[in-house]
Protein backbone atom coordinates (compact mmCIF):
# COMPACT_ATOMS: atom_id res chain seq x y z
CA UNK A 1 0.00 0.00 0.00
CA UNK A 2 1.45 3.48 -1.16
CA UNK A 3 2.50 5.73 1.83
CA UNK A 4 -0.65 7.90 3.49
CA UNK A 5 -0.40 11.11 4.03
CA UNK A 6 0.79 11.79 7.67
CA UNK A 7 -2.11 13.50 9.45
CA UNK A 8 -0.13 16.07 11.21
CA UNK A 9 0.26 16.95 6.93
CA UNK A 10 -3.64 16.53 6.23
CA UNK A 11 -5.61 19.89 4.97
CA UNK A 12 -9.29 20.97 5.59
CA UNK A 13 -11.11 18.48 2.76
CA UNK A 14 -9.03 16.72 1.87
CA UNK A 15 -9.92 12.91 1.33
CA UNK A 16 -8.00 10.62 3.85
CA UNK A 17 -7.26 6.93 2.98
CA UNK A 18 -4.86 4.66 4.79
CA UNK A 19 -4.31 2.43 8.01
CA UNK A 20 -4.40 4.06 11.76
CA UNK A 21 -4.69 3.79 15.12
CA UNK A 22 -7.78 4.16 16.75
CA UNK A 23 -8.13 4.89 20.58
CA UNK A 24 -11.09 5.04 23.00
CA UNK A 25 -13.56 4.35 19.86
CA UNK A 26 -17.23 4.67 21.03
CA UNK A 27 -21.06 4.79 19.89
CA UNK A 28 -22.60 8.20 20.51
CA UNK A 29 -26.11 9.52 20.33
CA UNK A 30 -27.15 12.68 17.92
CA UNK A 31 -29.42 15.00 19.37
CA UNK A 32 -31.79 13.25 16.82
CA UNK A 33 -31.11 10.43 18.74
CA UNK A 34 -28.94 8.59 15.92
CA UNK A 35 -25.78 6.10 16.65
CA UNK A 36 -22.52 7.35 14.98
CA UNK A 37 -19.01 6.24 16.04
CA UNK A 38 -16.64 8.80 17.59
CA UNK A 39 -12.97 7.76 18.39
CA UNK A 40 -9.65 9.25 18.08
CA UNK A 41 -7.35 8.74 14.72
CA UNK A 42 -3.75 8.34 14.96
CA UNK A 43 -0.23 7.93 13.67
CA UNK A 44 3.15 8.67 14.33
CA UNK A 45 2.82 12.22 13.86
CA UNK A 46 -0.48 12.91 15.78
CA UNK A 47 -3.83 12.15 16.24
CA UNK A 48 -7.15 13.95 14.67
CA UNK A 49 -11.10 13.43 16.33
CA UNK A 50 -13.05 11.13 14.15
CA UNK A 51 -16.59 10.67 13.59
CA UNK A 52 -18.84 8.45 11.36
CA UNK A 53 -22.64 9.26 10.87
CA UNK A 54 -25.21 6.60 11.34
CA UNK A 55 -23.13 3.82 12.07
CA UNK A 56 -24.27 0.41 13.75
CA UNK A 57 -24.52 -1.80 16.43
CA UNK A 58 -23.48 -3.88 14.22
CA UNK A 59 -20.12 -2.17 12.75
CA UNK A 60 -19.23 -1.17 16.31
CA UNK A 61 -18.73 -4.68 17.27
CA UNK A 62 -16.29 -5.07 14.73
CA UNK A 63 -14.02 -2.41 15.60
CA UNK A 64 -11.35 -2.69 18.70
CA UNK A 65 -11.51 0.30 21.59
CA UNK A 66 -8.15 0.80 21.12
CA UNK A 67 -6.25 -0.85 17.87
CA UNK A 68 -5.82 -0.59 14.42
CA UNK A 69 -8.30 0.34 11.33
CA UNK A 70 -8.33 0.80 8.08
CA UNK A 71 -10.25 3.97 6.77
CA UNK A 72 -11.75 5.96 4.20
CA UNK A 73 -12.79 9.31 4.52
CA UNK A 74 -12.74 13.44 4.18
CA UNK A 75 -11.38 16.07 6.42
CA UNK A 76 -13.69 18.75 8.10
CA UNK A 77 -12.57 21.65 10.12
CA UNK A 78 -14.75 22.13 13.39
CA UNK A 79 -14.26 24.83 15.91
CA UNK A 80 -10.70 25.29 15.14
CA UNK A 81 -9.45 21.64 15.14
CA UNK A 82 -9.72 19.15 12.06
CA UNK A 83 -11.55 16.13 12.40
CA UNK A 84 -11.88 12.97 9.88
CA UNK A 85 -15.73 12.10 9.02
CA UNK A 86 -15.09 8.72 8.04
CA UNK A 87 -17.42 7.20 5.72
CA UNK A 88 -15.76 3.07 5.80
CA UNK A 89 -13.78 1.55 8.39
CA UNK A 90 -12.54 -1.95 8.78
CA UNK A 91 -10.58 -3.86 11.29
CA UNK A 92 -6.62 -3.65 10.09
CA UNK A 93 -3.61 -6.03 10.96
CA UNK A 94 -0.89 -3.49 10.14
CA UNK A 95 2.33 -4.31 8.14
CA UNK A 96 5.78 -3.89 10.13
CA UNK A 97 6.61 -1.31 7.83
CA UNK A 98 3.07 0.55 8.43
CA UNK A 99 3.61 0.06 12.44
CA UNK A 100 6.90 2.25 11.95
CA UNK A 101 4.93 5.00 10.38
CA UNK A 102 1.16 4.65 13.19
CA UNK A 103 3.39 4.47 16.29
CA UNK A 104 4.44 7.68 17.76
CA UNK A 105 7.80 8.40 18.96
CA UNK A 106 10.40 11.03 20.66
CA UNK A 107 12.01 13.40 18.49
CA UNK A 108 14.90 13.59 20.80
CA UNK A 109 18.25 10.82 21.00
CA UNK A 110 16.89 7.60 23.76
CA UNK A 111 20.63 6.84 24.38
CA UNK A 112 21.96 10.38 24.90
CA UNK A 113 18.51 11.20 27.46
CA UNK A 114 19.01 7.61 29.02
CA UNK A 115 23.17 8.92 29.49
CA UNK A 116 21.63 12.37 30.77
CA UNK A 117 19.09 11.03 33.30
CA UNK A 118 22.09 9.04 34.67
CA UNK A 119 24.73 11.32 34.87
CA UNK A 120 22.12 13.46 37.29
CA UNK A 121 21.66 10.42 39.62
CA UNK A 122 25.33 10.07 39.56
CA UNK A 123 24.98 12.97 41.31
CA UNK A 124 23.72 12.14 44.65
CA UNK A 125 25.83 11.43 47.51
CA UNK A 126 23.92 9.77 49.67
CA UNK A 127 24.93 6.11 49.77
CA UNK A 128 21.91 4.63 50.23
CA UNK A 129 20.15 6.11 47.05
CA UNK A 130 23.24 5.44 45.48
CA UNK A 131 23.11 2.03 46.28
CA UNK A 132 19.05 2.00 45.10
CA UNK A 133 20.68 3.42 41.56
CA UNK A 134 22.75 0.55 41.43
CA UNK A 135 20.06 -1.90 41.67
CA UNK A 136 17.91 -0.41 39.49
CA UNK A 137 20.37 -0.07 37.16
CA UNK A 138 21.80 -3.39 37.08
CA UNK A 139 18.13 -4.50 36.10
CA UNK A 140 18.62 -4.95 32.45
CA UNK A 141 15.54 -5.61 31.49
CA UNK A 142 13.28 -2.92 33.33
CA UNK A 143 16.00 -0.06 31.82
CA UNK A 144 15.38 -1.33 28.41
CA UNK A 145 11.75 -0.93 29.00
CA UNK A 146 12.46 2.51 30.49
CA UNK A 147 14.00 3.69 27.18
CA UNK A 148 11.05 2.82 24.55
CA UNK A 149 7.97 3.14 27.05
CA UNK A 150 5.42 6.02 26.57
CA UNK A 151 4.21 8.26 28.97
CA UNK A 152 0.87 7.82 28.94
CA UNK A 153 -1.63 6.09 26.27
CA UNK A 154 -3.09 9.38 25.07
CA UNK A 155 -2.60 12.46 27.54
CA UNK A 156 1.19 13.56 27.58
CA UNK A 157 4.03 12.25 26.07
CA UNK A 158 2.27 9.41 24.98
CA UNK A 159 5.17 8.32 22.61
CA UNK A 160 7.52 5.95 22.65
CA UNK A 161 10.78 6.84 24.71
CA UNK A 162 8.06 9.43 26.10
CA UNK A 163 8.81 8.24 29.63
CA UNK A 164 12.36 8.26 29.54
CA UNK A 165 11.63 12.32 28.00
CA UNK A 166 9.44 12.85 30.78
CA UNK A 167 11.39 11.83 33.70
CA UNK A 168 14.68 13.44 32.63
CA UNK A 169 12.90 16.85 31.82
CA UNK A 170 11.22 16.53 35.66
CA UNK A 171 15.04 15.92 36.77
CA UNK A 172 15.86 19.41 34.71
CA UNK A 173 13.50 21.11 36.56
CA UNK A 174 14.26 19.47 39.94
CA UNK A 175 18.10 21.00 39.20
CA UNK A 176 16.88 24.84 38.28
CA UNK A 177 14.13 24.94 41.45
CA UNK A 178 15.94 22.94 44.02
CA UNK A 179 18.35 25.53 44.30
CA UNK A 180 15.78 28.41 45.38
CA UNK A 181 14.35 26.39 47.95
CA UNK A 182 17.92 24.84 49.89
CA UNK A 183 15.85 23.59 52.87
CA UNK A 184 14.26 20.83 50.58
CA UNK A 185 16.28 16.90 50.42
CA UNK A 186 17.63 17.57 46.34
CA UNK A 187 18.47 13.91 46.43
CA UNK A 188 15.00 12.94 47.63
CA UNK A 189 13.29 14.67 44.89
CA UNK A 190 15.77 13.65 42.16
CA UNK A 191 15.35 9.56 43.85
CA UNK A 192 11.66 10.49 43.69
CA UNK A 193 11.25 11.89 39.99
CA UNK A 194 12.74 8.81 38.67
CA UNK A 195 11.31 6.24 40.66
CA UNK A 196 7.42 7.76 40.27
CA UNK A 197 6.29 6.96 36.86
CA UNK A 198 8.45 3.85 36.59
CA UNK A 199 5.97 1.43 36.71
CA UNK A 200 4.36 2.23 33.45
CA UNK A 201 7.07 0.51 32.13
CA UNK A 202 4.93 -2.65 33.08
CA UNK A 203 1.09 -0.80 33.53
CA UNK A 204 1.37 -0.20 29.22
CA UNK A 205 1.84 -1.89 26.61
CA UNK A 206 3.19 -0.37 23.28
CA UNK A 207 4.04 -3.37 21.01
CA UNK A 208 1.53 -3.18 18.79
CA UNK A 209 -0.03 0.27 19.70
CA UNK A 210 -0.25 1.85 23.35
CA UNK A 211 -2.66 -0.13 25.49
CA UNK A 212 -3.00 -1.34 29.43
CA UNK A 213 -1.16 -4.38 30.19
CA UNK A 214 -3.15 -7.25 32.59
CA UNK A 215 -0.72 -5.95 35.24
CA UNK A 216 -1.72 -2.41 34.34
CA UNK A 217 -5.20 -3.15 34.62
CA UNK A 218 -4.83 -4.81 37.77
CA UNK A 219 -2.11 -3.21 39.85
CA UNK A 220 -1.00 0.04 37.90
CA UNK A 221 2.31 1.77 37.44
CA UNK A 222 1.93 2.99 41.52
CA UNK A 223 1.41 -0.11 43.29
CA UNK A 224 4.00 -1.42 40.34
CA UNK A 225 6.46 0.93 41.65
CA UNK A 226 5.95 0.23 44.86
CA UNK A 227 6.68 -3.02 44.77
CA UNK A 228 10.07 -2.88 42.60
CA UNK A 229 11.02 -0.22 45.56
CA UNK A 230 11.08 -3.40 47.69
CA UNK A 231 12.31 -5.56 45.75
CA UNK A 232 15.29 -3.15 45.37
CA UNK A 233 15.74 -2.22 48.98
CA UNK A 234 15.97 -6.58 49.41
CA UNK A 235 18.46 -6.35 46.84
CA UNK A 236 20.50 -3.75 48.38
CA UNK A 237 20.19 -5.83 51.97
CA UNK A 238 21.48 -8.67 50.47
CA UNK A 239 24.72 -6.96 49.38
CA UNK A 240 25.14 -5.39 52.52
CA UNK A 241 23.95 -2.30 51.73
CA UNK A 242 20.78 -1.76 53.68
CA UNK A 243 18.45 1.21 52.88
CA UNK A 244 16.90 2.86 56.37
CA UNK A 245 13.55 2.24 56.89
CA UNK A 246 12.88 6.07 57.07
CA UNK A 247 14.42 6.85 53.88
CA UNK A 248 12.16 4.11 52.04
CA UNK A 249 9.06 5.37 53.48
CA UNK A 250 9.54 8.66 52.32
CA UNK A 251 10.46 7.36 48.64
CA UNK A 252 7.25 4.89 49.26
CA UNK A 253 5.18 8.64 50.03
CA UNK A 254 6.32 10.21 47.21
CA UNK A 255 5.35 7.40 44.64
CA UNK A 256 1.73 7.11 46.75
CA UNK A 257 1.34 11.10 46.18
CA UNK A 258 2.69 11.93 43.11
CA UNK A 259 -1.24 12.22 41.55
CA UNK A 260 -1.53 14.68 44.17
CA UNK A 261 -5.19 13.74 45.08
CA UNK A 262 -7.09 10.79 45.77
CA UNK A 263 -9.72 12.12 43.10
CA UNK A 264 -6.64 11.82 40.49
CA UNK A 265 -5.69 8.48 41.78
CA UNK A 266 -2.94 9.71 44.30
CA UNK A 267 -3.40 7.01 47.28
CA UNK A 268 -1.66 9.57 50.07
CA UNK A 269 -2.16 13.58 49.95
CA UNK A 270 1.47 14.87 49.37
CA UNK A 271 2.51 15.30 52.77
CA UNK A 272 6.31 16.20 52.65
CA UNK A 273 8.30 19.32 51.07
CA UNK A 274 9.63 17.04 48.50
CA UNK A 275 6.83 14.98 48.10
CA UNK A 276 4.67 18.31 47.01
CA UNK A 277 7.65 19.68 44.51
CA UNK A 278 7.73 16.09 43.16
CA UNK A 279 3.60 16.61 42.56
CA UNK A 280 3.69 20.25 41.20
CA UNK A 281 6.94 19.83 38.83
CA UNK A 282 5.21 16.78 37.51
CA UNK A 283 1.50 18.68 36.71
CA UNK A 284 4.12 21.27 35.12
CA UNK A 285 5.86 19.13 32.49
CA UNK A 286 2.49 17.26 31.84
CA UNK A 287 0.48 20.22 31.34
CA UNK A 288 2.74 22.22 29.21
CA UNK A 289 3.69 19.26 26.57
CA UNK A 290 -0.19 19.18 26.61
CA UNK A 291 -0.58 22.98 25.74
CA UNK A 292 2.96 23.18 23.81
CA UNK A 293 1.21 20.51 21.64
CA UNK A 294 -2.01 22.09 20.91
CA UNK A 295 -0.87 25.20 19.89
CA UNK A 296 2.22 25.31 18.47
CA UNK A 297 2.71 22.59 15.60
CA UNK A 298 0.11 24.66 13.30
CA UNK A 299 0.74 27.79 11.76
CA UNK A 300 -1.46 30.61 12.35
CA UNK A 301 -2.47 30.76 8.99
CA UNK A 302 -3.64 27.06 9.14
CA UNK A 303 -5.13 28.02 12.85
CA UNK A 304 -7.53 30.50 10.72
CA UNK A 305 -8.33 28.58 7.83
CA UNK A 306 -9.94 25.68 10.12
CA UNK A 307 -11.66 28.13 11.71
CA UNK A 308 -10.27 29.75 14.59
CA UNK A 309 -7.43 30.85 16.98
CA UNK A 310 -8.68 28.85 19.59
CA UNK A 311 -8.24 25.21 20.26
CA UNK A 312 -11.25 22.61 20.61
CA UNK A 313 -11.71 22.32 24.22
CA UNK A 314 -8.75 20.00 25.90
CA UNK A 315 -10.63 17.99 29.32
CA UNK A 316 -7.16 17.71 30.78
CA UNK A 317 -6.87 21.18 31.12
CA UNK A 318 -10.54 21.88 31.40
CA UNK A 319 -10.19 24.93 28.49
CA UNK A 320 -9.95 26.03 24.93
CA UNK A 321 -6.02 27.06 24.04
CA UNK A 322 -5.58 30.20 22.37
CA UNK A 323 -3.01 29.27 19.43
CA UNK A 324 -1.31 32.61 17.82
CA UNK A 325 2.43 34.14 18.83
CA UNK A 326 1.51 37.08 19.29
CA UNK A 327 5.00 38.72 19.66
CA UNK A 328 6.30 36.33 16.70
CA UNK A 329 6.57 39.13 13.77
CA UNK A 330 7.32 42.10 16.53
CA UNK A 331 10.35 39.72 17.83
CA UNK A 332 11.52 39.38 13.53
CA UNK A 333 11.09 42.69 13.05
CA UNK A 334 13.55 43.83 15.84
CA UNK A 335 16.09 41.90 14.59
CA UNK A 336 15.56 38.89 17.33
CA UNK A 337 13.34 35.89 16.68
CA UNK A 338 10.66 33.58 18.18
CA UNK A 339 11.37 30.50 20.32
CA UNK A 340 12.04 27.36 17.99
CA UNK A 341 9.91 25.02 19.38
CA UNK A 342 10.79 21.51 18.26
CA UNK A 343 8.05 19.48 17.02
CA UNK A 344 5.66 18.79 19.82
CA UNK A 345 3.27 15.64 19.98
CA UNK A 346 -0.65 16.31 19.75
CA UNK A 347 -2.59 16.98 23.07
CA UNK A 348 -5.34 14.44 23.39
CA UNK A 349 -8.91 15.93 22.98
CA UNK A 350 -10.14 13.07 24.80
CA UNK A 351 -11.64 13.44 28.32
CA UNK A 352 -9.17 13.15 31.65
CA UNK A 353 -9.28 14.03 35.16
CA UNK A 354 -6.55 16.20 35.35
CA UNK A 355 -5.14 17.10 38.67
CA UNK A 356 -4.45 20.52 40.32
CA UNK A 357 -1.57 20.99 41.97
CA UNK A 358 -1.57 19.69 45.82
CA UNK A 359 -0.50 22.39 48.53
CA UNK A 360 -1.14 21.62 51.86
CA UNK A 361 0.60 22.14 54.91
CA UNK A 362 4.06 21.05 54.57
CA UNK A 363 5.75 19.41 57.73
CA UNK A 364 8.70 20.85 59.26
CA UNK A 365 11.60 20.78 56.52
CA UNK A 366 14.16 18.00 57.08
CA UNK A 367 17.76 19.23 57.32
CA UNK A 368 19.82 21.21 55.02
CA UNK A 369 20.80 20.30 51.75
CA UNK A 370 23.51 20.80 50.18
CA UNK A 371 22.59 22.02 46.71
CA UNK A 372 24.59 19.92 43.91
CA UNK A 373 27.25 21.57 41.56
CA UNK A 374 25.90 19.44 38.65
CA UNK A 375 25.18 20.84 35.68
CA UNK A 376 22.14 21.21 34.28
CA UNK A 377 2.38 16.69 35.41
CA UNK A 378 -0.21 15.79 35.92
CA UNK A 379 -0.65 15.12 39.57
CA UNK A 380 -3.49 13.00 37.97
CA UNK A 381 -1.96 12.76 34.35
CA UNK A 382 0.28 9.80 34.39
Keep these: MP ?7 LLPNQLVQGVFTIQNCQLGLTRNNKKYLKCLLADRSGRA ?3 MWNATDELYRTLPTDGFVYIEGQTQPYQGE ?3 IIQM ?8 EELLDLLPSTERDIEDMFARLFDILDTLKSPSLRALVDAYRQDETLMEQFRR ?11 LGGLLEHTLNLMRLAEAVTPLYPQINRELVIMGLFLHDLGKCEELTWDAGFSYSDDGQLVGHIGRGLVWLNDKARWCADNDKPIPRDVLRVLEHIILSHHGQPEFGALKIPSTPEA ?13 QMAISATCDESTAKSEELGGNFTEKLWALNTRLYRPDVLAEELERAGGSAPVVPPAKPAASAPSTSAAPAAPAAPAAPPKAKPSDAPTLKGGLG
Design 89 to 96: INIAEPTE
Design 3 to 9: KQTYISD
Design 149 to 159: APAAMQLHHAY
Design 82 to 84: LQI
Design 276 to 288: ILVNLLDNIDAKM
Design 49 to 51: PAR
